[in-house]
């Protein structure tokens, strides 16, 4: 991995559109992670929409700041690597659904939200709690970046 690799990463940090998540580990290769939450958010997605699922828009939400991320800190060179662990994240996030929500196999179900948690902690950081009106109006709710630890 490049020093364009680590560089990127810190400078999103820094500047806070990276922010330091409360219950998540900063990945030892941040290219790899967010190479497989794109391909997560990619299948979590494409399972909401055929659910019909309101929470689509959040999660399309995320996965467009995902691969904003992800863009920005793939070199060149690694492109084609990058969209292959995509499409492996994916294509084992839509097992573990299709085990989940077909099977009913509710640890399919945990580990696949778990997956997806270690993502948004990441990429938005904690968020406040949502008040339960907002939640009943669609038009209202929004993700809510965290505050940072540089505040």
Same mark, same amino acid.
């Given at each position: 991995?490049?020093?364009?690799?680590?560089?990127?990463?810190?400078?999103?940090?820094?500047i806070g559109?990276?922010?330091?998540?409360?219950?998540?580990?900063?990945?030892?290769?941040?290219?790899?992670?967010?190479?497989?939450?794109?391909?997560?958010? &990619? %299948?979590?997605?494409?399972?909401?929409?055929?659910?019909?699922?309101?929470?689509?828009?959040?999660?399309?939400?995320?996965?467009?700041?995902?691969? &904003?991320?992800?863009? &920005?800190?793939?070199?060149?060179?690694?492109?084609?690597? !990058?969209?292959s662990m995509r !499409?492996?994240?994916?294509?084992?996030?839509?097992?573990?659904?299709?085990?989940?929500?077909?099977?009913?196999?509710?640890?399919?179900?945990?580990?696949?939200?778990?997956?997806?948690?270690?993502?948004?902690?990441? !990429?938005?950081?904690?968020?406040?709690? !949502?008040? %339960?009106?907002?939640?009943?109006?669609?038009?209202?709710?929004?993700?809510?970046?965290?505050?940072?630890?540089?505040?």
């Open positions: 991995m490049g020093n364009r690799t680590y560089t990127a990463a810190a400078i999103f940090l820094f559109l990276l922010p330091l998540p409360a219950r998540a580990d900063i990945p030892g290769d941040p290219l790899t992670f967010f190479a497989h939450c794109a391909g997560r958010l &990619s %299948a979590e997605l494409s399972h909401q929409w055929m659910r019909s699922d309101p929470s689509s828009d959040d999660t399309e939400a995320l996965h467009r700041a995902t691969l &904003s991320i992800l863009q &920005s800190i793939t070199p060149t060179d690694q492109a084609r690597g !990058v969209l !499409v492996d994240a994916r294509n084992a996030h839509a097992g573990l659904l299709t085990r989940g929500y077909a099977r009913g196999d509710a640890w399919a179900r945990e580990r696949a939200a778990a997956r997806l948690a270690e993502c948004a902690a990441l !990429v938005l950081g904690p968020s406040e709690p !949502v008040p %339960a009106e907002a939640n009943q109006d669609r038009e209202t709710r929004t993700l809510r970046p965290a505050s940072h630890a540089f505040d």
